[in-house]
């Protein structure tokens, strides 16, 4: 296997069989962190920081100098050219004429992609505001794998703060890829997003489960829930009846359980940040002394603040200094593999959903609609990125911003047919009538607003009333 | 050719064949960037940024590290012991200790030559202030000659702020010195200085010929230009018609346009951005099909903003990204040589201009006046930088800041032989009287105003009203 | 002598034997600078400064580099995880699993101790608020030795601020130590702490000896001094009569005078600001003409301000310079003992200070005190770090904490064998009473205020008025 030139931008850049090949390697340097130095000698590493990760660069960094390589950084970007109107785009071309590999963190939704189109070079995202982190991903991934030898049909628990936690939303997806259960215990008010569920069952061929929580105050000795989300592999019988096969499973134990801390920075203006912080699930001793946590891995992505107890840093379940320390062969595997430094002997290697995705039908005529999302890169730099969108569904009509990946649901179509026809038939109707399943997706037009539609010279059409 | 322990604070401290000595290691270089890592094994640069210029440091980091050596870098520096109230020659004394040569970026204008004068190692000026940036000269430079073979009579025009680019103030002495022909096409307001233009007539022996322009709107398929200058090498008869020849000149096509971005920020105060931003000449695809313009390189320093439409960015007269990739072979070049980590063979090498400049009469009697440059170093560590100036002409007197290279021209002079006389020739006179060519230079004394002539004990002479 | 796997927060942890060896091995190094570059081949060393300081970060770098090994740098760390409300133990743990070994400054005091305990690899104290900064302690007396060969019987004059110069307070310890004598010339108002003074006569076997001034102006061509502090090694015949004896010893000369800056920014909200900066004495060329300084170094940590003056730079007494280009050869040793990498054959190694002042007996039962001092970590950081102290004396009971080594002194005392007896034996006394002493040692609770002792369910004893 070979991902030389490769760019690692979302997880769905690499199929499972290349995340394995990932770890494979991850798991023979890790057996030599001093062996490697010669893997990627005379090569440089740019580490371009617009928002800073001290932890995940340094990561970074350490990972490419362990592997003989040399890297040149910049955390201060914000205060310099940048600052002075430069795109990224021009920064990722000159970035990538000096540098043989980019990493970047950027607080743009996208802005990785877009440095990845541009460089000339490998790039790897460390980052993109909300959207993406693969290679946290990646290390957590690996961790539960080299704990439990596998991931297909592990229980792992989401915990705390579902509706923030970018890596949380990207382990959840990669989890369902490898055939994991995930079960659910948000914080009150910090509840998985909708966009996340449904990606996990259209995008990943989940199944979901809700169950009534067994025992909301957790008292019970039981795991008390929300919800549970079920790949594939479950039998049926046991689908039907799903409470009662749900805490058949939870009574054989969880495998690892999630932690993420409460981001008060989010709730800073809201007034009910004092009542999340109060109710905010707190994994201690005592939770894990539950049955069900017997042999439950606890994992965390760090910084940790109240939400993980201290006292729990010497059991043995504790997992999270062993992550960020397996985030450096992780990152040495992904980085020597990307330069094409080294090659990894796997049977057989799929093609990335990424590629996967890039069949859709896309939506690339500039106008009608925008991003909506106000982090995304195409929205900031909107001079020279042209707005492009993968038609997810026709029923709701979803778009889906190929940078940000953010879901856009228009209102309004048209065919770009009209022409042929009258001018008559110049018109535009309503996303949900039966125009928006019937207008071939080669001509499909869709529109924002009315005010969009007739800037464009579409009359309304009938089901319209303007 | 040997530069090792020589330092490049100025354009002038090399002369053309050295120049051309580095452009010939950067083309060696660059034919295998990979394979230099032996060059400055073991040696240490030091990159202190006291202002934020991400691309160019990143640029001089990757050059020292594809040559094997290491790299120490402060980019926080003004939060720090400067901040305290070192000076720089303090500083620049302590790093050279640490490290065997030294980038310097400092607000101050001046700044890279009193690092140099002190650290004991080579210094390389990445940006001082408005006063020099040799290495981004160097590489303009350096990719004219790549791509046009010479530099020697061609025509290269100079675009948009000709006012505030410090780099296009030294690319035009520099392409002067080369006997490239100049033109000049400035946004309005944003004319180039009077100081520029006399360096360049009377530093460089250029020739300077003003022309109305032909078309001011531009229509006329011929570029529009306010003044041309000429290098010496221009025949006589075609220079007494300078509208015609300059016109025959053009029709033959300009070999490069050199772009510079609208410094929004240097307009912050004045009512008049706005204005200039929307008159401010944009080089994009439709004037690029002029004729004049069919094989012009289009070069820009980077970053641009508006100046510079992206839809040329595939066009392959479009130089910059080229431009700033080849700045990590030349300073790769640079430093190897500075270090004494490589020799060029150069048939014939002439001492560099900044040497000749040494020849001219210095006052540095530390009275009488101080540079009037606001952000010159001398005006700012004054604790221990003693004034210092080059006469550089007598008619009328002109008097350079050895630090900024600033022009100071002093009101008052007097002789430094009145003690040979009695008291009452102890008098200052009127700079612009007989007095003041007649004074020999080792007895010049100038002043500032009257005041101070009057505090060291002169009185007014026979031309002074006061 | 092996110092593999060991830590450097103060200088008690090094022993004289092993300080020797350091110095010894930088003696070696300093030969041939660019001859280390495989000593530590392979390893990263991760800068950590969460306060900016350039020049130390930069010389801790370059000596990573001269010996081979690779840096990963971390200055912008106030901005990010650690604001995040991560303990310096987790980012310890976390950055200890990325390099082999960790250089850390810090606002707080006692944080490098708190690396130092959960990093899991040697750590070097790069400055600790205003605890310690033991590599600057070491550079000072390794520029000491190499340039009178010992340091022992030497006299050295400390010059200027006395009272806040964290650096000064170590190396008067260490001079004690190495059996130099002291002396003290502080600005008005900026004398030498009482706590110092009696850690120099308590821990390092010093001995105080005070003399009236003899010439408050300087004038009289003698050392103007308030007080000296000689080792033990001082002939008792001589202390008897302390200003003859003193006086004697001054003609013969000072082998050292250390000089520190006015630190302008502690005065900042006092009035006295400008009074002290002016009464502050200046090291210059008129007082190196006395006698008395005729041969002697004159130090400063730099950065300096006004204290030292710049005529001064090219006089062979002058050591500043000297002093910080030695920081790198003796940090190449520090850090290659540590990591292992070398060893030093040294003939008798005795154990470190701070080994012995383990012995001391400790209070740690978590109640009665915390730690006074507003800076120190064991505060900042109390979620995980238990509050621990040595009892350094009972009379007064002086308790020292353990990670800031303040003093602190309490009120009150109980003892713990009050559940054998009554309820009514459970009483509090005061500190300074006859149980102050009688309490065995193992048995001792000690208390902060009344209402601490209250709250703890103690009632005052006899002797307590409340």
Redesign the interface.
């Known amino acids: 296997m070979s991902l030389e030139g490769r760019s690692l931008v979302t997880m769905d850049d690499l199929s499972n069989e290349e995340i394995e090949g990932v770890f494979s390697l991850a798991d023979e340097m890790s057996e030599s962190m001093?062996g490697q130095?010669g893997v990627c000698?005379?090569k440089?590493m740019?580490s371009l920081f617009f928002e800073?990760?001290?932890?995940t660069?340094?990561?970074f960094?350490?990972a490419m100098?362990?592997l003989g390589g040399?890297?040149?950084?910049?955390?201060?970007?914000s205060?310099?050219?940048?600052a002075?109107?430069?795109?990224i785009?021009?920064?990722a071309?000159?970035?990538g004429?000096?540098?043989d590999i980019i990493v970047i963190r950027h607080p743009w939704e996208g802005a990785a992609k877009v440095v990845a189109d541009y460089a000339g070079v490998p790039v790897i995202n460390a980052g993109d505001g909300g959207h993406e982190h693969p290679t946290q991903t990646l290390l957590d991934l690996y961790t539960i794998r080299k704990e439990r030898g596998t991931i297909k049909g592990l229980k792992i628990a989401l915990w705390g703060d579902l509706k923030y936690g970018r890596t949380l939303h990207s382990l959840a997806c990669a989890l369902a890829r490898f055939g994991a259960s995930i079960l659910f215990r948000p914080a009150p008010g910090l509840e998985m997003p909708e966009h996340v569920v449904r990606k996990l069952t259209m995008d990943y061929g989940g199944e979901l489960r809700k169950c009534e929580a067994v025992d909301q105050t957790g008292k019970g000795g039981v795991f008390s829930l929300d919800a549970i989300y079920v790949t594939p592999s479950t039998p049926h019988q046991l689908a039907m009846m799903p409470d009662i096969s749900i805490q058949v499973e939870l009574e054989k134990g969880v495998d690892a359980i999630y932690v993420t801390?409460f981001q008060?920075?989010r709730h800073a203006q809201a007034n009910g940040g004092d009542d999340i912080k109060k109710a905010y699930p707190v994994v201690d001793k005592k939770l894990l002394k539950e049955k069900t946590f017997k042999q439950t891995l606890v994992m965390h992505p760090?910084?940790?603040?109240d939400e993980l107890a201290?006292e729990l840093d010497a059991d043995p379940r504790s997992m999270y200094?062993k992550q960020?320390?397996r985030g450096?062969p992780v990152r040495m595997a992904l980085i020597s593999l990307l330069l094409g430094a080294r090659k990894v002997d796997i049977p057989e290697v799929k093609e990335p959903i990424s590629r996967r995705k890039a069949g859709y039908p896309v939506y690339d005529r500039g106008f009608g609609i925008r991003c909506q999302n106000r982090s995304c890169v195409s929205v900031n730099e909107e001079?020279?990125i042209k707005a492009e969108f993968r038609i997810a569904s026709r029923q709701p009509l979803t778009l889906m911003c190929v940078y940000c990946e953010h879901e856009i649901f228009p209102k309004y179509v048209a065919s770009s047919e009209w022409h042929e026809g009258t001018l008559e038939s110049k018109r535009y109707h309503s996303a949900d009538s039966h125009w928006g399943r019937k207008i071939r997706l080669e001509n499909l037009i869709v529109f924002d607003s009315e005010s969009e539609a007739r800037s464009r010279g579409f009359k309304p059409g009938k089901n319209i009333h303007g």
């Open positions: 001093t130095s000698q005379g440089i740019a800073p990760s001290t932890r660069r340094l990561s960094e350490a100098l362990r040399r890297v040149i950084t910049a955390v201060d970007i205060a310099t050219s940048l002075k109107g430069e795109s785009a021009d920064m071309r000159v970035v004429s000096y540098a801390r008060k920075e760090l910084p940790r603040i201290h200094f960020a320390a450096v001079k020279y």
